[in-house]
């Protein structure tokens, strides 16, 4: 929805009562000059009736009264390419605003402003999100349903071992970039959660876990 003075509709953007013309302006008899005096000297500047253009509308329209267009509020439906970020200019030719009487309208220009989404994040042609899984599925592999940006769902194959903080790519599923047939990757940031303060059978399981694996993930770092 934007605003605009638009084309007039009666007269189409000519500010002449349809059917009628133009005429020789009577002030400056076509020549588009006015010259006034200044004691010795003579001036010509552009008439005052009719612009310098040397004719005037012999009856002005009765919608715009030879304005040629008029403020106008109007909804279009715009189509905005593939791959624009925000920043990124659209342009419409057609829909500015109406020129002088009788010049065809200028282009709109639309500055897009892309909205940031609850799961996805943008980085240049790459999108982000965030995959929750547990440590169960980090350490034995998964497939795991996520959505994908353009809509639907994919499975994505966690591999054994996948690490808190790995991003697994797949490739092809981000943005697709102006101008050119490729796309961006879609990248899912591994975060990897734990039960919360696991009593009972979990916590006993846990305690042997880690008797049996006898991992330390700090081995060599100091
Ligand atoms: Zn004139
Ligand atoms: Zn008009």
Redesign the pocket.
């Known amino acids: 929805m934007f605003d605009h003075v638009a084309p007039?509709g009666?007269?189409g953007g000519s500010?002449a009562e349809p059917g009628t013309g133009t005429v020789t302006c009577p002030r400056c008899h076509g020549s588009g000059q006015q010259r006034v005096s200044q004691g010795a000297f003579q001036f010509a500047h552009a008439c005052s009736q009719c612009g310098g253009t040397g004719t005037i509308i012999s009856s002005p329209?009765s919608?715009?009264s030879g304005q040629?267009g008029s403020p106008k509020t109007e909804r279009i439906n715009v189509r905005i390419p593939a791959g624009v970020d925000t920043g990124s200019r659209v342009r419409v030719a057609g829909k500015g605003n109406a020129g002088s009487p009788g010049a065809p309208p200028g282009d709109l220009f639309i500055t897009v402003q892309v909205s940031s989404h609850g799961i996805f994040r943008r980085e240049g042609a790459d999108i982000v999100f965030d995959l929750p899984i547990t440590f169960a599925e980090a350490a034995r592999g998964a497939k795991i349903e996520i959505p994908l940006p353009g809509g639907g769902k994919t499975l994505l194959t966690v591999p054994p071992g996948t690490q808190g903080g790995q991003k697994l790519r797949l490739k092809g599923k981000g943005f697709p970039r102006l101008k050119s047939k490729t796309a961006g990757d879609l990248f899912a940031v591994i975060k990897i959660r734990v039960p919360k303060a696991p009593k009972g059978e979990a916590a006993d399981l846990l305690e042997r876990l880690d008797r049996v694996l006898d991992m330390d993930p700090r081995k060599g770092l100091w």
């Open positions: 007039c009666r007269c500010g329209c919608v715009c040629g």
